[in-house]
């Protein structure tokens, strides 16, 4: 079976800031990678996905997540992050075999002035 | 293009009782989930249906949860009866189809809170 751990409970950052939210997967085959942001009270909405092809994924928001196969990492990034960035963030992942997504248990980004 | 619709959004109910909540995926969308998200935790599948079949429910305590998609359209998730560990938001998502990499799409979530 497939899972994720995210490694980061909580980042704090400054406004204009870069940050990095760190994503670990585990999986005996071939996987498909993907971010989700929740903000308060509201449902998930996609960020980004790896289906294959170019490791570097770039998604809305400005974010984009390198996939690495080596390292099984699928670590986010954001350049410049705004105070509207504030939410928690979910990686999860899929495979051929289990098509819903097991998510892991999230990071919480906080972006102060 | 109207996005997956949830109802009740809240719910407050005492141990023991019983509640329902509903769900209309997006238009066309043949699979829809239900996810059971514990505060301070990611979301955790409880069903998939495929059209009006069960793809896995593994996950589910079918003790207590019951779900159904009647037409293969809306579906609606029951507990009975509830447990204070149920407090939870409950996720419903769909996809076009039950392909891995496919997008899904989730719901705002129902709320509850069992006292």
């Known amino acids: 079976a497939q899972s994720v751990t995210q490694l980061d409970s909580q980042v704090p950052v400054f406004e204009e800031a870069p940050v990095e939210l760190r994503c670990n997967y585990s999986?005996?085959?071939?996987?498909?990678l993907f971010w989700y942001v929740q903000y308060p009270n509201q449902g998930l909405q996609l960020l980004l996905k790896?289906?294959?092809?170019?490791?570097l994924v770039k998604g809305i928001n400005g974010f984009e997540a390198e996939f690495n196969k080596s390292q099984t990492s699928f670590h986010l990034r954001k350049p410049s992050v705004h105070i509207s960035d504030t939410a928690e963030y979910f990686c999860a992942v899929s495979t051929d075999s289990g098509y819903a997504l097991n998510f892991g248990k999230g990071t919480s980004l906080l972006v102060t002035p | 293009e109207a996005g997956v619709a949830q109802s009740p959004r809240y719910k407050i109910i005492e141990k023991r009782q019983s509640v329902a909540f509903w769900c209309n995926p997006i238009s066309g969308h043949a699979t829809l989930y239900w996810y059971q998200q514990i505060l301070g935790q990611g979301p955790k599948l409880l069903i998939q249906f495929q059209n009006n079949g069960v793809v896995d429910d593994s996950q589910l305590p079918k003790d207590r949860f019951s779900a159904e998609r009647l037409k293969g359209v809306d579906s609606t998730l029951k507990i009975q009866p509830a447990k204070l560990e149920d407090s939870a938001v409950y996720l419903c998502?769909?996809?076009?189809?039950?392909?891995?990499?496919?997008?899904?799409?989730f719901g705002e979530g129902s709320w509850l809170t069992v006292v």
């Open positions: 999986s005996s085959v071939s996987v498909y």
């Open positions: 790896y289906l294959s092809g170019s490791t």
């Open positions: 998502a769909s996809s076009p189809t039950t392909g891995a990499g496919n997008t899904i799409y």
